[in-house]
T-cell receptor, first 111, second 114 residues
Framework: GENVEQHPSTLSVQEGDSAVIKCTYS??????FPWYKQELGKGSQLIIDIRSNVGEKKDQRIAVTLNKTAKHFSLHITETQPEDSAVYFC??????????FGDGTTLTVKP | GAGVSQSPRYKVAKRGQDVALRCDPI?????LFWYQQALGQGPEFLTY????????KSGLPSDRFFAERPEGSVSTLKIQRTQQEDSAVYLC????????????FGSGTRLTVV
């Protein structure tokens, strides 16, 4: 089955710096790669996603890049703010029923 | 409703009890998913519904786990004879279509089996 590895497991940055989280996947048939932000007591919020026919997508301070050949994708957050502190999860999805998540990255942005 | 609603938010069960967890998806959403999230890990897929049809239940860990969505809207995840290893957050997500993408998650139900 699909295997998704996410790194790093924890990441601490200074406010204003950039943060990068990387995920690798094993199933080349995966075609949809969302990133979720999970905050304590709140649901997991979709922050950005990318499909396999696109190499990069950007939304304000957040960007995702996808390398299909290498089977990895990354989340980039620029100009980080304390409210960006949360647990971030990546996922690789092949069909609606086949979704595999990484184990999460705890991002701490220090003011 | 505006989002995916799950109830209860917290559930404490004695080992051996049966529990039922409820998910109210966004109105009109065709697809509904259940995930199990253990502490410090990502969500693990349990089962997937398209309307009332359970198309994939390959992630259900044992026959003690049962899910239904009889009218294609509200879904219930039932766990019989709960065990300590069932303690986790159970997440429900829904999406408007049948393709990948557009998932909206609920806040989850934290189940603790004592």
């Amino acid at each position: 089955g699909e295997n998704v590895e996410q790194h790093p497991s924890t990441l601490s940055v200074q406010e204003g710096d950039s943060a990068v989280i990387k995920c690798t996947y094993s199933d080349s048939a995966s075609n949809y790669f969302p990133w979720y932000k999970q905050e304590l007591g709140k649901g997991s919020q979709l922050i950005i996603d990318i499909r396999s026919n696109v190499g990069e997508k950007k939304d304000q301070r957040i960007a995702v890049t996808l390398n299909k050949t290498a089977k990895h994708f990354s989340l980039h957050i620029t100009e980080t703010q304390p409210e960006d502190s949360a647990v971030y999860f990546c996922a690789a999805i092949r069909t609606p029923g086949k979704s595999t998540f990484g184990d999460g990255t705890t991002l701490t942005v220090k003011p | 409703g505006a989002g995916v609603s799950q109830s209860p938010r917290y559930k404490v069960a004695k080992r051996g009890q049966d529990v039922a967890l409820r998910c109210d998806p966004i109105s009109g959403h065709v697809s509904l998913f259940w995930y199990q999230q253990a502490l410090g890990q990502g969500p693990e897929f349990l089962t997937y519904f398209q309307n009332e049809a359970q198309l994939d239940k390959s992630g259900l860990p044992s026959d003690r786990f049962f899910a239904e969505r009889p009218e294609g809207s509200v879904s219930t995840l039932k766990i019989q004879r709960t065990q300590q290893e069932d303690s986790a957050v159970y997440l429900c997500a829904s999406s408007p279509g049948t393709d990948t993408g557009g998932y909206t998650f609920g806040s989850g139900t934290r189940l603790t089996v004592v």
